[in-house]
């Protein structure tokens, strides 16, 4: 455990020095989140009933992806994986006394976190001074804080396993461009980075909700917001642990299959 926590503290800190990155970064997220909610403002104008979200819930869910980006999205992937095994160095990763799936799932845990530190705080602060009805909305209440906190945690667990599915199907293949440019775009169309899921026709929301990529921003942030409430929220985060235990079970497998064939293509 040691060796991993020496992985995670190492990549964790080297994140944390891209500053000027994050600067441009804040300001790429909160332009880009202005943008949403004003389109989304246009729509709710034209027929406020006709949504399944109020816009002020609807401006939060937005305002809190945008902050927590670098948890949850699909594309937030590490180049430096894709590298080792295209161009070899794998080999030397296989060399130390370490499970490859660990290796990876902490890797890519301590980036994305490192990420998000060094911007969601002035996001969240700067949302939660716009005014009404545009701003970041206090939560439903301190349980479902609470409760979005922990779902959160769960969210991004589940978004790192399945990078760590990704990375280990790139083993199998000459190129990951394709197999990554697929995940990506299923990421973030299903699991709410385009739209919220609530606004997908009902017959294929509910289809949609099941799916792993539901299980990651899309249940933490409807519970915050409030969307999600009562009964639904345990269900929700019940699914969430689910998927978490899944993939990382499915990861597992294909990383055991992985090392009894691997080919070491360069080096």
């Given amino acids: 455990m040691k060796k991993y926590f020496s992985f995670f503290n190492l990549r964790f800190t080297m994140g944390l020095q891209y500053r000027a990155a994050a600067l441009a970064g804040i300001a790429t997220q909160f332009v880009w989140g202005s943008m949403e909610i004003l389109v989304f403002r246009a729509f709710y104008r034209s027929d406020p009933g006709a949504f ?5 819930a609807t401006a939060s869910y937005i305002w809190l992806q945008q902050a927590f980006l670098a948890l949850f999205m699909g594309w ?31 890797r890519s845990l301590a980036l994305r976190l490192s ?86 026709p009902d017959h294929l929301r509910r289809i949609l909700s099941l799916l792993p990529f539901a299980s990651t921003q899309n249940v933490p942030l409807r519970i915050y917001s409030g969307d999600i409430s009562g009964i639904a929220i345990s269900q929700t985060i019940c699914l969430q642990l689910f998927w978490l235990l899944t993939l990382i079970a499915l990861g597992k497998l294909l990383e055991a299959i992985a090392m009894k064939r691997i080919v070491v293509q360069g080096g």
């Fill in 76 to 106: 937030m992937l590490e180049n430096e994986v894709f590298d080792s095994i295209m161009n070899g160095n794998i080999s030397y990763e296989l060399c130390r006394p370490i499970r490859i799936y660990d290796m990876w799932f902490v």
């Fill in 115 to 200: 990420r998000a530190v060094l911007r969601c705080f002035p996001i969240l602060i700067v949302a939660a001074l716009l005014p009404a009805p545009y701003k970041l909305t206090a939560p439903a209440s301190f349980q479902a804080f609470i409760l979005f906190l922990f779902a959160a945690v769960l969210g991004l667990l589940v978004a790192v396993a399945m990078c760590n599915i990704v990375y280990i199907i790139c083993i199998f293949t000459l190129s990951p461009m394709g197999i990554r440019m697929v995940y990506i775009s299923l990421a973030d169309l299903l699991g709410g980075s385009v739209i919220p899921l609530p606004f997908f």
């Fill in 52 to 56: 399944p979200m109020t816009f002020e």
